[in-house]
């Protein structure tokens, strides 16, 4: 017993340890970001651009299965603010269901209205999204591509506020930040724009300014054509194609521009399974870039602190495999000040959680202060508690595509289905809703009964070590068995 609990004190510290200095990565992008900020707001920092538009432009507008999004994607993207001698659309359309008609009523709409718009389609769906997006650069006559989702709605003025910045040289792509169009539609919509909240305002603007590795977030942004082919073309051995590419670009020389002050709208997922397709996805495809790309940062002839942010930037999967082996090993850990007094000091790595939870909150207080700039600090409490939990629970979840990644093991690429539930209601909810109790309910509630357990025991014991930590976990895994059961019950 006290050779296991020895074993499981020094890997949760390892765990803890990788955590903590992923943290301290975060904090120190919050520094750069808080300085930037204040730097904007006395000075003009724009950069002098050529305004000339003399660029030909071709949006591709990937797609597979979106009958709900299509008509209002293409809608927006056919009424931009460009000459139309020098735009191109591409609605590269992979569907097998509905999408195909609607996607054809569209493009033939906008086609009778002289704007140059085409469907193209494959005969199978090959490499999925990087496949749809290599096939229809091959005959794009674009020299920047710009591409969106489906579920995005870009401003007519998108492409005047980005390719006078793309016009620069060296520069290979510029990324916009999203927004939310259902931030409020639920509980689950604004933990997760809390969270991309701090993605888009803190790390991709601070990553930009210091000259860091940073991604393409697959939409809402240009490419110069001759970036993407420099650096080798799209790959569909990831799941996250965008984030190979980015680093692919990048380490070929090419350099990116993130405009924080460029919003192009989005739908967040709905619902709880739709949040976790998409995580599933993003996290093993994280896990997959960095177990390819990893090798050549090392020996790529870049500074050490850009090596450095690259890494841990592609290491962020892991944290979700640490929190998981973190929570599970802090149950033992429990009683090992009874069986083990000698260690009892080095229990305060416990702690730790709490030193993380407190720097934490500072970043996401900066990243959200436009949000809650009308609202008392205990909604910010509330919803940075929220989303903290969820993210901690589904660490659990996402454990699973972090080790399929980490070694190689392969699978398709399942898009997340687009909703528009502000126009269509229930009806898209329930399209993707199952009738069957899934193994993930299950998880949750014994989760939640252990973990509450555990915070009993606790408080019981006065060991509060890991109170917190438990605690966060416990709320956690009741939000999701909640979230899991009225998906199961169909009340959105």
């Known amino acids: 017993m006290k050779i296991f609990l020895m074993i499981a004190l020094v890997v949760y510290c390892i765990t803890t340890l990788f955590i903590f200095c992923y943290t301290i990565m975060q904090f120190h992008l919050t520094l750069n970001y808080i300085k930037w900020n204040k730097k904007r707001k006395n000075i003009n920092t ?49 569907s097998n269901d509905e999408t195909v008609a609607i996607a054809d009523k569209t493009v033939a709409k906008w086609l009778a209205k002289g704007v140059d718009i085409k469907v193209v389609r494959r005969e199978d ?40 910045v793309l016009n620069q040289d060296g520069i290979g792509m510029v990324q916009t930040r999203w927004g939310h169009t259902n931030r409020e539609y639920s509980l689950i919509t604004k933990a997760q724009a809390f969270w991309l909240e701090n993605h888009f305002r803190i790390e991709q603007t601070s990553r930009s300014n210091l000259n860091l590795f940073f991604n393409f977030n697959g939409t809402a942004g240009v490419w110069k054509k001759e970036a993407i082919i420099d650096a080798g073309n799209w790959h569909a051995d990831t799941l996250t194609e965008d984030l190979d590419l980015s680093y692919r670009a990048q380490l070929k020389g090419w350099k990116f521009l993130y405009l ?27 896990a997959e870039v960095s177990r390819k790309m990893i090798p050549t940062l090392f020996k790529a002839k ?11 930037h592609l290491l962020n999967s892991g944290v979700y495999l640490a929190i998981a082996l973190s929570a599970f090993l802090s149950l033992p850990l429990l009683f090992i000040k009874d069986i083990l007094p000698a260690v009892k000091p080095i229990m305060t790595v416990g702690t730790i959680f709490f030193t993380n939870f407190i720097v934490l909150a500072v970043t996401y207080k900066v990243a959200t202060a436009d949000y809650f700039k009308n609202k008392s600090i205990f909604q910010f409490a509330k919803m940075f508690q929220i989303y903290l939990s969820i993210t901690a629970s589904m660490s659990f979840h996402n454990s699973k595509a972090v080790l399929q990644g980490y070694f190689g093991k392969k699978s398709a690429f399942i898009r997340t289905p687009k909703f528009n539930a502000e126009s269509n209601g229930v009806i898209a909810l329930q399209r993707f809703s199952s009738n069957k109790i899934s193994s993930a309910l299950v998880m949750y509630l014994l989760l939640f009964l252990l ?26 895994l009741g939000l999701l068995f909640y979230f899991e059961l009225c998906g199961l019950l169909k009340k959105y």
């Open 46 to 94: 724009a950069p002098n651009l050529i305004t000339t538009i003399d660029k030909m432009v071709t949006i591709q507008l990937p797609l597979y299965n979106e009958p709900y999004v299509t008509e209002r994607l293409i809608d927006a993207v056919c009424v931009m603010d460009y000459p139309a001698h020098l735009l191109e659309i591409q609605v590269l359309d992979d």
């Open 125 to 164: 769906r090959s490499g999925f999204k990087a496949g749809a997006l290599k096939y229809g650069l091959e005959i794009a006559k674009g020299e920047y591509i710009a591409i969106f989702d489906a579920d995005f709605i870009p401003s007519p003025d998108f492409l005047q506020k980005t390719v006078p």
């Open 260 to 286: 924080e002050d460029v919003v192009s709208p989005a739908e967040l997922p709905p619902t709880l399974a739709a949040f976790k397709s998409q995580q599933f996805r993003w996290t093993k495809g994280g």
């Open 302 to 312: 870049q500074p050490f602190g850009v090596k450095l942010h690259a890494i841990g």
């Open 451 to 476: 973990f509450t357990t555990a915070v009993i025991y606790g408080i019981s014991m006065q060991n509060f070590g890991f109170l917190l930590f438990h605690l966060t976990l416990s709320l956690g």
